[in-house]
Every structure is written in structure tokens, then in C-alpha cells.
Nanobody, 123 residues
Framework: QVQLVESGGGLVQPGGSLRLSCAAS????????IGWFRQAPGKEREGVSC????????YYADSVKGRFTISRDNAKNTVYLQMNSLKPEDTAVYYCATPGSVCSGYDGNYDYWGPGTQVTVSS
């Protein structure tokens, strides 16, 4: 079965850091783009970042640019999201998903989703 599972969420103080992991099973991650999304209560789901499979291109939402970094380790079938300088407005459930080989800003193009991991930024 194709599966994506997020981990690494938790409670951090403003200005702190977390590294989220997205582990894939049932398929080889080398050929897939992976995107990160987040959703806070009462808000629409928001695209955060994406990394493509072929040329390794990366994309970031303006709200996280300069603070978050996406990377991949194909040998471990895992994509990471390093989150620095966290703000309370980053609080959300974070999801990883794949649309295939090419990144997309439209979440409807993503076929497989993980169950999500909670990130809470608070004093």
C-alpha cells in the first residue's frame, strides 16, 4: 500500500525550531514530488512547501520563505521540513502529500496524504 506518515510535530516556544519528517512506504520516493500543507482551525488548507522529483526544485509560501527549508533523503525514502524561527501563526496540523513527479500549488492534484502531525507554537 502507498503510505505517507508525518512525524516530528510538538509544542515549541516562539522562535524555536522543529524538523518534520515525511516517511514514504509502498513506493520509491525518488520519482515523486512531495508537498507540505498545513491547516489551522477555522482556516483553509494552505500550501507550505514542495520539492520536485526530477530537478529537485523547491517552492515555499511567502509566509515561510527564509524560515523553512525542505529537503529529501531518497535513500531513507523521507522528505524533511526544517522549521526555524517559528511563530504562533505557524500553529497547525501539517500534512505531507504527493501529486506525482511535479509540484503543484493546487491541493486537488495531490493523490496521497499522510494523517498529519500537530505543530503548536506557544509560550
Amino acid at each position: 500500500q502507498v503510505q505517507l506518515v508525518e512525524s516530528g510535530g510538538g509544542l515549541v516556544q516562539p522562535g524555536g525550531s522543529l524538523r518534520l519528517s515525511c516517511a514514504a512506504s509502498g513506493f520509491t520516493l525518488d520519482y515523486y514530488a512531495i508537498g507540505w500543507f498545513r491547516q489551522a482551525p477555522g482556516k483553509e488548507r494552505e500550501g507550505v512547501s514542495c520539492i520536485s522529483s526530477n530537478d529537485g526544485s523547491t517552492y515555499y509560501a511567502d509566509s515561510v520563505k527564509g524560515r523553512f527549508t525542505i529537503s529529501r533523503d531518497n535513500a531513507k525514502n523521507t522528505v524533511y521540513l526544517q522549521m526555524n524561527s517559528l511563530k504562533p501563526e505557524d500553529t497547525a496540523v501539517y500534512y505531507c502529500a504527493t501529486p506525482g513527479s511535479v509540484c503543484s500549488g493546487y491541493d486537488g492534484n495531490y493523490d496521497y496524504w499522510g494523517p498529519g502531525t500537530q505543530v503548536t507554537v506557544s509560550s
